[in-house]
């Protein structure tokens, strides 16, 4: 079968000679960087947009308090019973966000109110204010004394540059709230950047955004991944793996579509509310389940043919995980994909977001597999490990 095939350029994201061992800070250089950060910073605050679940970016929050074992977390919605214990260990405080009617469950139907309701925090007394942007965080008001720094996930993707999607999906009064109230907001996401004294990005796509959004400098501190809790598998099958949740921007469709046309075996794993339309759209050769529990997830990375990563997104932990397991990825050419996967090392890319694009990358992959080391995928996962963010992170800390 013809496709129209258009493959991204194979371009090093980074200098993937740098063996993961060179960047790791040994034991004693961490204890010492830790060490300066406790003595230099003795009360921390650090803000969250909502604790309501555990994905990514809570997985760094626990990171931090790691870091920081005495901090304590603001944030405007707070539910104990969705987030980890380690969270839960620390003095949670919210602000007037989580009073409000339905806030458990819709809280984000009060985006307009949160710039008010982070200028009302009182971080007097806070040497260290570490905020989490991705929601609103970052506009709190620190003492003038303290440091102010934001680790960006992503500036507000609903108030640019995925705007037009999430208001062609909202109903006729959404769409007018937006209207009458969005405006304001990205006004106030720009001046409130002034208020941060060092900006970090979880990826070079998020710092691209933020000099676009913000104008300002930023310094790439990629996410800490659980490497160590992947290992290969003796065992490889023919099926292909896709992970992720079933929602639009995450693009299940052009997977489902493009191993409907060659018919190859491929496992969804995700829920969302797309994930009743895509089983029904998908082939007999397509298996689709909504969650796995951990050990059944580690097994399918690693008895996978590949990871397909369809997703255009800030970072991208799933490559990782993939590679920390032993095997490759095909993923769009586009976002923090550039900066996790090594093409002809790791993986390949697709340029489209589309399932004739998916498809030539497929045929493309099965040409390149043989000449795929597993070995080397995992020394390239460890780059990604937990203690290189701790070291990125304390001397970016340090240095400002």
Same mark, same amino acid.
């Given at each position: 079968?013809?496709?129209?095939? @258009? ?10 000679? +740098? *063996? ?5 800070? *040994? ?17 921390? &605050?650090?803000? !969250? ?19 920081? /074992?005495?901090?304590?977390?603001? @944030?405007?919605? !707070? ?28 809280? +984000? $139907? ?106 300002? *400098?930023?310094?790439?501190?990629? /996410?800490? #991944? ?8 003796? @065992? ?8 992720? +949740? ?58 996978? $043919?590949?990871?397909?990563? @369809? ?13 920390? *397991? ?26 489209? +977001? ?20 597993? &070995? ?23 240095? #400002?």
């Amino acid at each position: 079968m013809e496709t129209s095939l @258009t493959l991204a350029p194979r371009r090093e994201p980074l200098d993937f000679r +740098q *063996s993961a061992l060179a960047m790791q800070a *040994s034991d004693a250089e961490l204890r010492d960087l830790r060490r300066a950060v406790a003595g230099r910073f003795r009360r921390v &605050a650090i803000i !969250y947009h909502w604790l309501v679940q555990m994905r990514g970016g809570e997985r760094v929050l626990e990171r931090m308090l790691d870091l920081f /074992p005495g901090a304590d977390i603001f @944030t405007h919605v !707070y539910r104990p019973e969705k987030v980890s214990a380690k969270i839960r260990l620390h003095k949670v405080r919210t602000t007037f966000i989580n009073r409000l009617p339905g806030a458990a469950t819709h809280y +984000q $139907k009060y985006l307009p109110l949160m710039p008010r309701a982070l200028e009302e925090l009182d971080l007097r007394g806070y040497d260290l204010v570490l905020s989490n942007e991705t929601g609103p965080t970052k506009g709190v008001i620190a003492a003038p004394d303290a440091l102010h720094a934001c680790y960006t996930h992503s500036p507000m993707r609903y108030l640019w540059d995925h705007y037009p999607d999430y208001r062609a999906s909202a109903g006729r009064l959404s769409q007018l709230a937006m209207s009458a109230t969005f405006p304001a907001l990205r006004r106030w996401d720009v001046t409130s950047a002034a208020r941060v004294d060092r900006f970090m990005a979880n990826s070079r796509f998020v710092q691209k955004r933020i000099e676009k959004y913000w104008r300002r *400098s930023s310094d790439v501190v990629h /996410p800490p #991944v659980a490497v160590d809790d992947f290992a290969p598998s003796g @065992t490889v099958e023919e099926r292909y793996l896709w992970v992720s +949740q079933m929602t639009r921007y995450k693009r299940p469709d052009i997977a489902v579509d493009a191993f409907n046309r060659t018919g190859r075996p491929l496992l969804m794993v995700g829920d969302g509310d797309l994930f009743e339309e895509m089983s029904r759209r998908a082939g007999p050769n397509i298996t689709l389940v909504r969650r796995m529990d951990f050990p059944a997830l580690c097994r399918a990375y690693a008895q996978a $043919k590949a990871l397909i990563f @369809t997703a255009e997104e800030d970072f991208g932990i799933v490559p990782v995980e993939a590679m920390a *397991s032993g095997r490759p990825v095909l993923a769009l050419g586009k976002g923090g994909a550039l900066d996790t996967v090594a093409p002809d090392v790791t993986g390949l890319f697709f340029a489209e +977001q589309s399932a004739n694009s998916l498809e030539g990358g497929l045929a493309e992959l099965e040409r390149w597999l043989p000449h795929f080391d597993p &070995a080397a995928a995992i020394a390239h996962a460890r780059k990604f490990a937990p203690e290189i963010f701790d070291r990125r992170f304390c001397e970016i800390i340090l240095d #400002v």
